[in-house]
């Protein structure tokens, strides 16, 4: 099966995720297509990218899976991570192998839960591998139950009931592969080799880092934040 061979892609490597905002330094889409094509190189064994137009320059240069997103905000819902089929249509008319979206208990636009959203997508799209990102162990598991392929801790230490949780979580990691019976990636507040090695430990099926690798201003950040702590 198709979703078989992507998987066992992925499996135990690096996925890189190469994303720039509107309202930041690289937020180019042939930067982020060059940017993809570097991890590449280095050996990453996929790339996780946001907007339909990063994602059809990077797959000009880039024949590694493609975790797709899109970041889109509405006025009336905090989800903003693949939130509405329309994000979901265009993502699978552009041809990446997996899509991930947010899988939190947060309510969608026009209040749809996650069970009424998920529901519609997967049976419009019965075939497509659909990654859920999570910020609590309670969302991994409803995941589960919800048809999701993979599961994520993404968003933790990014929602109101976990912004005070120190990441990167490997206790979520740990209880994720031990009950979820899915593939788990490790993604959210892994910033060095170490880390990601602590992640592996946990036994999940594969990790993504951005912004320690692909976010050249943040890491500034942190060289320059530790000169003043000195």
């Not at 903003?80 to 990446?96: F, H, K, M, S, W």
């Not at 979520?172 to 959210?188: C, F, H, Q, T």
């Not at 430990?201 to 003043?228: C, L, N, Q, S």
């Amino acid at each position: 099966m198709v979703s078989d061979s992507v998987l066992n892609r992925i499996k135990g490597g690096l996925i890189v995720s190469c994303q720039a905002l509107n309202d930041e330094p690289l937020h180019s889409s042939y930067i982020m297509s060059r940017m993809a094509y570097a991890a590449m190189l280095g050996g990453a064994v996929g790339i996780r990218a946001n907007t339909v137009e990063d994602i059809q320059e990077i797959k000009k240069l880039v024949h590694l899976p493609i975790i797709g997103i899109i970041k889109r905000i509405y006025e009336d819902s905090d989800v903003y991570i693949t939130p509405t089929l329309e994000e979901v249509d265009a993502l699978v008319n552009c041809g990446v192998e997996i899509i991930a979206m947010d899988a939190t208990f947060h309510l969608r636009p026009k209040s749809q839960s996650i069970d009424e959203f998920f529901t519609e997508v997967r049976k419009k799209y019965p075939n497509q591998l659909f990654m859920a990102d999570c910020a609590t162990y309670e969302e991994g598991m409803h995941a589960v139950q919800l048809g999701f392929d993979i599961v994520a801790t993404t968003l933790c230490g990014y929602t109101s009931e976990t912004k005070d949780v120190k990441l990167p979580n490997y206790d979520l990691m740990r209880k994720l592969v031990r009950d979820s019976g899915k593939p788990v990636i490790a993604e959210g507040g892994i910033w060095s080799p170490e880390q990601l090695k602590m992640a592996f430990e946990t036994g999940v099926f594969a990790a993504v880092v951005g912004t320690a690798i692909t976010r050249p201003m943040d890491i500034t950040k942190r060289f320059v934040e530790a000169i003043k702590n000195e």
